[in-house]
Each structure stands twice: as structure tokens, then as C-alpha cells.
């Protein structure tokens, strides 16, 4: 792995990127947190960017849910070339949404990876997030299922208060 620490103060702004095809499963945990950091975003009083990078059969959907975001600046990049998405990650993202191997592409290099779970439908507003390093086991999302509790993690806000306080201890975490 190239892991390398990263440090950065986000007192000024959070840089948030999506990593993954846009798919049905995928779809809703995203839009999830993107609905979620929408209604954080006056409370935090600091500009939130996203950044969607992928493609997929619900890139429409996508493009409707933003227009009701109005507090977040999202952008969607369809594709990245493979050598230069380590040097996009690092210039342009304080924290990944992600899961599977596009968790992997961020913590290998430092950089705090909220790992997302899939589901194929809408998430509750109770949703609780985690880091890629609080997972347990060695999966990289699990299936939200309507009758399946959910177990552990977070709301999204402690998690941000974390990055903002602590954002290179977040960013170690990973290489442990």
C-alpha cells in the first residue's frame, strides 16, 4: 500500500468525493448521506463539496435527488483514468463515500473513507455511519435489509466533528 497520513485543517470547507459505479444499491446509501450532509451543512456553517465520480444506470435518479440539496455544491465526473485517481483523491477529497474497492483506493492513501452500506432501497434518516477501520470483519459494506438491524456506527455529524477536530488522527487510523 502507498498509505500515507494526511493532514489538513477543514474548519474552511469539507471536500467530499463519491467513488463507485452509480447503481441501484449503491444509489440509495449515497443519496442517504448526500441527503444527510445537505441538512448538516447549516449547522456546520462551512461550504460541503461533493464530488460523484462513476457512471451507471441511475446517474438520472442522481441528477434529480441533487436538485433538492440545495446547501451542497455537487459535481459529477463520469471517469477518472486509474493512474491519475490517486493524485484527484488526494488534491480534491477530505472524505470518501464509499464501499468495497473504492474504500480501499482512499484509505491507502490516508484519506478518512466512510464506508457506506448498499441497500435497494431508501435508507431511514436514522442511518448510522461508519469509518472503513471501525468495520468489523473483513467486509466492505453490508446489506441494509428492511427486518435487519442495524449494528453500530454513528450519526454523520459526530463523525464530521471528528474529521474537523482530529482530521489526521482520523487519517492514521487507517494504517493501523
Not at 441494509?144 to 466533528?161: D, F, R, S, Y
Not at 474537523?164 to 492514521?172: L, R, V
Amino acid at each position: 500500500l502507498v498509505q500515507s497520513t494526511q493532514k489538513r485543517d477543514i474548519k474552511k470547507g469539507i471536500r467530499v468525493t463519491w467513488l463507485g459505479r452509480i447503481t441501484d444499491f449503491k444509489y440509495y446509501p449515497l443519496v442517504r448521506c448526500l441527503e444527510d450532509l445537505n441538512t448538516l451543512q447549516p449547522a456546520l456553517d462551512l461550504p460541503v463539496s461533493v464530488i460523484c465520480v462513476g457512471e451507471g444506470d441511475y446517474e438520472q435518479a442522481l441528477s434529480e435527488s441533487l436538485k433538492s440539496l440545495p446547501n451542497l455544491s455537487v459535481h459529477i465526473v463520469s471517469h477518472i483514468e486509474p493512474d491519475e485517481l490517486p493524485r484527484f483523491l488526494l488534491s480534491n477529497t477530505d472524505l470518501l463515500l464509499g464501499m468495497g474497492t473504492s474504500a480501499l483506493e482512499a484509505a491507502r492513501l490516508g484519506i478518512p473513507t466512510l464506508l457506506l452500506d448498499a441497500s435497494y432501497g431508501p435508507l431511514p434518516p436514522t442511518y448510522k455511519y461508519k469509518f472503513l477501520y471501525e468495520q468489523e470483519g473483513f467486509t466492505l459494506a453490508s446489506v441494509m435489509l428492511k427486518k435487519k438491524a442495524q449494528i453500530g456506527g454513528v450519526t454523520l455529524i459526530e463523525l464530521i466533528q471528528r474529521l474537523m477536530h482530529k482530521f489526521s488522527d482520523e487519517s492514521q487510523k487507517l494504517s493501523l
